[in-house]
């Protein structure tokens, strides 16, 4: 168990050293974990209030006491005023992006990380041992340091380590998620366990007992950490650039993901609409990471180069614009923080206001001189406009230097209004406020749109009023979704002992183990074998040995002796079977029962103490009495065997006895379910 862990250097109370995970980083008194540690405080307030208020809401029903019911009413009003405040405080925690920037950026816009998500702790060990006593007829105290590298692994996903290594453990424990629930959920019984995870924006526990939510809540997690990884990335240099932006699409790709594979996920943070809104957000920040990428090496002060990069800035604004419309409709507005929306109004208005700067520069700076290319910055301006103001065209804004000035300033006073309402917007939400360095941006950006303005200013002019037209979004480097390969990571089953997944799991019923002695006669056993792991009877020779003590054709032997054999080919048996004398050796075997027909399993979410049944599935089970089944008659062993003889040859046979004269056998009839079996209706926790 301790391959996988590190020793962090802390003595724990009884002197013996601590340990943990590799990516997990739980001790580390970083702004990060001191942040995600107020927010599971605040996650076990809200909890609290709101099942006082449900408990006040329905003594409120319940009462016919007026006195009683004037009591309840200021006490829900209360536990409401609660509520509100710690939703108040979730909502500045959301809003704390300076501790995932980089520490040494200082001329960079900040950029929006998301929040993990923060779970219960899960302890698997009792219902998995009786589990594994129960269907799999094992010792599940035998499977103690696998539970416990199980639950040791998903404690360590609840902190880890804002770097390749902690999104490595992220996917470790999700590729470890389907074999868990082949292993251990089985769809007609109910586990025991619950999950249950928090909201990452309202608090709001979401609790089920079944997998889907586990897997969901990693996968947000995974995008939530690769957006702390995109927004700690340093945007000075060039590697620290791409990094964020392979960040940034992997996060929307990995949100993307849990879209379109969960779709009915109860939790609000992840529902469709929310999704959509943070997919077009990380892509947003990609986008503007592509532009600073474009921009870091300097802008060439020519004509060409100046349009460019002002189509790059408006395709930034674009983006922003679309997430700011996302996050003001009626389902999300309610939950996404108020500094998210503030900010991706900011970012709108700042960028378009770049790109406006940045065409009254390419058309002020830069009149048509004898030396330029006419016909190219006639083509790069009519690519720049959708439309142009009515009796103009772009050759004569090019060679008309009254009109070149005349739109060049419509530029420069739009871009100094769009600088003036980012400065506006930024000064009414308080959490914005906080970041002097967008101020400082903001300000320097307004700065050098008024002094431009200046220098084109003549008194001697009439005032125009001229508006500029808008600029046509653009761009060579467009951000689009990837898909990270570490969402799906080959790992090595925990419970490899159980035997192959593709038999032994928890859809599949078998009998107990049962104790066959062989003893082979001239080498011949009387049945012959097939299967690569494990090793099935097939061909039983109804009069061998064998068969009389009780082997089936279609057993499974699972052990030879005291070898497990759960794992072999019918090469290793054999090879087992070799030095066997005549007193015989003992093999266990099992045989595979037919499920019987369970009745729809009733599937039920808890949501902030009250349950919302998800997906009820009420079908009417008809059974039919007077339907028989028809059965058919098995072949006689020397028919069956000379049928078999057509078989591939990759079918290992022991040599047999001629039982030519054997009587016809029969196949048994099916036993049929008892009635308990229709009975056992599973409760709604």
């Given amino acids: 168990m301790t391959d996988t862990l590190l020793p962090n250097g802390i003595k ?82 959301n ?247 503030t900010m991706s109004q900011v970012k709108t208005n700042h960028y378009r206001s770049m790109a406006h700067y940045f065409v009254a520069s390419a058309l002020l700076d830069h009149r048509l001189g004898p030396s330029d290319d006419e016909d190219k910055q006639e083509k790069t301006l009519s690519q720049v406009y959708d439309r142009l103001p009515e009796g103009r065209s772009p050759q004569d804004i090019l060679k008309n230097k009254d009109e070149r000035e005349c739109i060049g300033k419509a530029h420069i006073r739009r871009a100094i209004l769009g600088h003036e309402e980012a400065l506006r917007m930024y000064g009414l939400c308080h959490h914005l406020n906080k970041m002097d360095i967008l101020q400082e941006i903001l300000k320097a950006s307004l700065q050098r749109s008024l002094e431009k303005y200046e220098e084109n200013e003549n008194e001697e002019e009439f005032t125009d009023y001229t508006e500029a037209p808008d600029i046509i979004s653009k761009t060579e480097h467009k951000a689009e979704m990837e898909v990270p390969a570490s969402t799906k990571v080959k790992v090595t089953d925990f419970f490899h002992r159980l035997g192959p997944l593709s038999v032994f799991s928890a859809k599949q019923r078998w009998t107990a183990p049962r104790t066959i002695r062989l003893r082979p006669e001239d080498r011949d056993l009387g049945f012959t074998l097939k299967g690569e792991s494990p090793v099935q009877v097939v061909s039983l020779d109804p009069l061998c040995r064998a068969a009389a003590d009780s082997l089936k054709e279609g057993d499974y032997i699972i052990s030879v002796g005291d070898t497990d054999c759960k794992w072999m080919g019918v090469g290793e048996f054999m090879r087992l079977l070799k030095d066997v004398d005549e007193e015989g050796i003992d093999i266990q075997v099992v045989s595979i029962m037919e499920n019987n027909p369970q009745m729809p399993t009733k599937s039920a979410t808890f949501s902030g103490n009250l349950p919302k049944t998800y997906s009820m599935i009420c079908l009417a089970h008809d059974v039919d009495e007077k339907k028989s089944r028809k059965v058919s008659k098995k072949l006689s062993f020397i028919s069956w065997g000379l049928k078999n003889k057509l078989k591939s040859a990759s079918t290992l046979s022991l040599p047999t006895a001629d039982n030519s004269g054997a009587l016809p056998w029969n196949k048994p009839f099916p036993t049929f379910p008892s009635s308990s079996s229709y009975n056992n209706d599973s409760a709604l926790y």
């Fill in 12 to 93: 724990g109370s009884g002197g013996d050293s601590s340990y943990f995970k590799k990516g997990c980083s739980p001790f580390a008194q970083t702004g990060r974990s001191k942040l995600q540690n107020k927010r599971a405080d605040l996650n076990q307030q809200i909890i609290k209030q709101m099942r006082m208020r449900a408990g006040a809401e329905n003594l409120l029903k319940a009462s016919s006491n007026n006195k009683v019911k004037e009591m309840v009413l200021l006490e829900l009003s209360y536990v409401n005023s609660n509520l509100q405040l710690l939703m108040g405080q979730l909502e500045g925690l």
């Fill in 95 to 341: 809003s704390s992006v300076e501790v995932y920037q980089n520490t040494q950026e200082t001329t960079n816009i900040p950029l929006i990380a998301l929040g993990l998500k923060e779970t219960k702790e899960v302890d698997f060990s009792t219902f998995f041992k009786d589990f594994i006593l129960e269907h799999y007829s094992e010792d599940g105290n035998s499977y103690e340091d696998e539970i416990a590298d199980l639950i040791d692994l998903r404690q360590a996903c609840r902190t880890p380590s804002r770097n390749e290594t902690g999104m490595e453990l992220l996917a470790k424990y999700f590729s470890h998620l389907p074999l868990m629930e082949s292993r251990f959920f089985s769809p007609s019984r109910q586990t025991g366990i619950f999950f249950t995870w928090y909201d990452s924006f309202t608090g709001v526990p979401v609790c089920q007992q079944n997998l889907s939510l586990e897997k969901a809540s990693i996968l947000f997690n995974m995008a939530a950490l690769y957006s702390q990884i995109g927004t700690r990335s340093d945007r000075q240099t060039v590697v620290g650039l791409e990094e964020a932006i392979s960040s940034f699409q992997k996060a929307a790709g990995t949100l993307n993901h849990l879209k379109e594979t969960f779709t009915y996920t109860p939790s609000y943070d992840m529902s469709p609409a929310m999704l959509s809104m943070l997919i077009r957000m990380m892509l947003a920040q990609a986008q503007e990471c592509l532009f600073e990428k474009t921009a870091l090496p300097g802008i060439r002060n020519q004509f060409s180069s100046l349009m460019k990069m002002a189509q790059e800035a408006a395709k930034v604004s674009e983006l922003y614009d679309q997430v700011h419309q996302s996050m003001i409709q009626t389902p999300i507005k309610d939950n996404v923080p108020f500094f998210w929306s």
